[in-house]
């Protein structure tokens, strides 16, 4: 069964540095999304990426974010400068056209230090 | 705004005994989605139902059921005979998206279920 895929499962990084996350969507699906979830908190939408560009983003996805598509499998997740509030988990999810469940990666937990 | 809440933060059952986890939600479209997400101790989220806000049938899935309530803006989950491997953070979400929309999901802050031998 497809399914979607992150890489890599576990980044420490130092305050102020540039990190990017990866993750492989569900293969025919169209939309893409970015969460996050800090520890023990519940699951926060970052934002959307439909045809090449963001459909929405959250007051969270501020200039610091920015997210890509760079070829047709791989859709990233770039954080200019992190903070040390940046620490939480990152999910991936993706979602087929006509359907409206989405279907998240196994996450990226990021560690600023 | 959409709103979803979780008002039981955490339960514990011993294995066998049925358990119904709460989810009320707030929104203003007429058109909705209701989910809910199963995330294990490893972490990931697992997706367990969908339920569109025209289709109040209710839906068994096994030891699984989920209740759906428009009149009180509730889509309760049932386990039935309940197993360890239930053990989990259960987060019920929301999202009005309309088709060939992205949309956002709305999660409500989790319950967190530990069912005990």
């Known amino acids: 069964e497809p399914e979607v895929t992150q890489t890599p499962s576990h980044q420490v990084t130092q305050m102020g540095q540039e990190v990017i996350l990866r993750c492989v969507p569900i293969?025919?699906?169209?939309?893409f999304y970015w969460y996050r979830q800090i520890l023990g908190q519940k699951v926060e939408f970052l934002v959307s990426?439909?045809?090449?560009?963001?459909?929405?983003k959250s007051e969270i996805f501020d200039d610091q974010f920015s997210v890509e598509r760079p070829d047709g499998s791989n859709f990233t997740l770039k954080i200019r400068s992190t903070k040390l509030e940046d620490s939480a988990m990152y999910f991936c999810?993706?979602?087929?056209?006509?359907?409206?469940?989405?279907?998240f990666g196994p996450g990226t937990r990021l560690t600023v230090t | 705004a959409q709103k979803v809440t979780q008002a039981q933060t955490e339960i514990s059952v011993v294995e066998k005994e049925d358990v119904t986890l709460d989810c009320v939600y707030e929104t203003r479209d007429t058109t909705y989605y209701l989910f809910w997400y199963k995330q294990p101790p490893s972490g990931e989220l697992v997706f367990l139902i969908r339920r569109n806000s025209f289709d109040e049938q209710n839906e068994i899935s096994g030891r699984y059921s989920w209740n759906f309530q428009k009149s009180t803006s509730s889509f309760n989950f049932t386990i039935t005979a309940s197993q360890v491997v239930d053990s989990a953070v259960y987060f019920c979400a929301l999202t009005t998206a309309y088709d060939g929309t992205a949309s956002k999901l709305t999660f409500g802050t989790g319950t967190r279920l530990q069912v005990t031998l």
């Open positions: 990426f439909y045809n090449n560009e963001i459909s929405e």
């Open positions: 999810a993706s979602q087929r056209k006509g359907a409206f469940e989405q279907y």
């Open positions: 293969s025919n699906h169209l939309y």
